[in-house]
């Protein structure tokens, strides 16, 4: 489904992924976890192009999403983030009704067709497991949430334009331990219909969550295998080290 192939990249003159390649399998939950600054969010950027914003950067390599390299000559990057969903952070829901939040992007691209948008609105929020919660308050803004419930919107925004991978970089940091336990069950839910990418400090939800962990540390992938052994009887013992609290 995604796949890197011997990816290197430079922000500048500073090389930040170093060789990297990977293989993420459809309808699977992958964990990158490993110390601050060690390009976990470079490498999740690509999968969208997000980084293609930043000015300076260089990649060589490929990165292929659904069989072809989304950086050859005329993909069409709109298409692809259609495709590549992205969760942030801190939830970034716009200054705008929970119900036009999610619609957003439908709006965007130039679906008018009201019922259709309504059906599609209440689906994303269910699928996102917030419906219940806003199902009354449709027209309220997006900013009356709390923070739990804001970043189901912007993960039930992200499932709007129906993506087929969901890229995460922390999606739950900044949630307190129910709101957390949400994303995470919700996680779980969503990787019947989609390939999920989540980047996360939490060693207890990576192992949680994810069926494949890629540890990386100075912008190499030191390791990258089934969650279970990642964590149980990891190859290397800079892996062993790292989960185990000794750095980092
Ligand atoms: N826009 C940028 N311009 C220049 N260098 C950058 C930029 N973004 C990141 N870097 C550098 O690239 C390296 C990897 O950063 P990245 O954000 O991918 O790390 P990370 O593993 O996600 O860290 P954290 O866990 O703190 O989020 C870091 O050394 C960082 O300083
Ligand atoms: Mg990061």
Same mark, same amino acid.
């Given at each position: 489904?995604?796949?890197s192939?011997?990816i290197?990249?430079?922000?500048?003159?500073?090389?930040? &992924?170093?060789?990297i390649?990977m293989?993420?399998?459809?309808?699977?939950?992958?964990?990158?976890?490993?110390?601050?600054?060690?390009?976990?969010?470079?490498?999740?950027?690509?999968?969208?192009?997000?980084?293609? &914003?930043?000015?300076?950067?260089?990649?060589?390599?490929?990165c292929?999403?659904?069989?072809?390299?989304?950086?050859?000559?005329?993909?069409?990057?709109?298409? &692809?983030?259609?495709?590549?969903?992205?969760?942030?952070?801190?939830?970034?829901?716009?200054?705008?009704?929970?119900?036009?939040?999610?619609?957003?992007?439908?709006?965007?691209?130039?679906?008018?067709?009201?019922?259709?948008?309504?059906?599609?609105?209440?689906?994303?929020?269910?699928?996102?497991? &917030?419906?219940?919660?806003?199902?009354?308050?449709?027209?309220?803004?997006?900013?009356?949430?709390?923070?739990?419930?804001?970043?189901?919107?912007?993960?039930?925004?992200?499932?709007?334009?129906?993506?087929?991978?969901?890229?995460?970089?922390?999606?739950?940091?900044?949630?307190?331990?129910?709101?957390?336990?949400?994303?995470?069950?919700?996680?779980?839910?969503?990787?019947?219909?989609?390939?999920?990418?989540?980047?996360?400090?939490?060693?207890?939800?990576?192992?949680?969550?994810?069926?494949?962990?890629?540890?990386?540390?100075?912008?190499?992938?030191?390791?990258?295998?089934?969650?279970?052994?990642?964590?149980?009887?990891?190859?290397?013992?800079?892996?062993?080290?790292?989960?185990?609290?000794?750095?980092?």
């Open positions: 489904m995604i796949q192939k011997n290197d990249f430079y922000y500048s003159d500073f090389h930040a &992924l170093k060789g390649s293989e993420m399998e459809a309808h699977t939950v992958t964990a990158f976890i490993g110390p601050s600054g060690c390009g976990k969010s470079t490498f999740l950027r690509l999968f969208n192009r997000m980084n293609d &914003l930043i000015p300076g950067t260089r990649l060589t390599g490929e292929i999403v659904d069989g072809r390299d989304i950086y050859a000559r005329g993909v069409n990057v709109d298409e &692809l983030r259609k495709q590549v969903g992205m969760v942030f952070q801190k939830p970034n829901p716009f200054p705008k009704s929970i119900f036009e939040n999610v619609a957003y992007g439908l709006r965007v691209n130039g679906v008018g067709d009201r019922k259709f948008i309504e059906q599609r609105v209440e689906e994303s929020l269910a699928g996102a497991a &917030l419906w219940n919660e806003v199902k009354d308050k449709l027209k309220k803004s997006a900013f009356e949430l709390s923070g739990g419930q804001q970043q189901r919107l912007c993960i039930a925004r992200a499932l709007a334009v129906k993506p087929s991978v969901l890229l995460m970089d922390e999606p739950a940091s900044a949630l307190d331990p129910i709101s957390t336990s949400k994303i995470e069950e919700l996680i779980h839910e969503l990787k019947k219909d989609y390939t999920i990418v989540i980047v996360t400090h939490n060693m207890q939800q990576a192992a949680r969550v994810s069926d494949k962990t890629g540890f990386f540390m100075l912008g190499d992938l030191v390791e990258f295998s089934d969650t279970k052994k990642m964590f149980l009887n990891p190859d290397k013992e800079q892996t062993q080290n790292y989960i185990t609290g000794r750095f980092g």
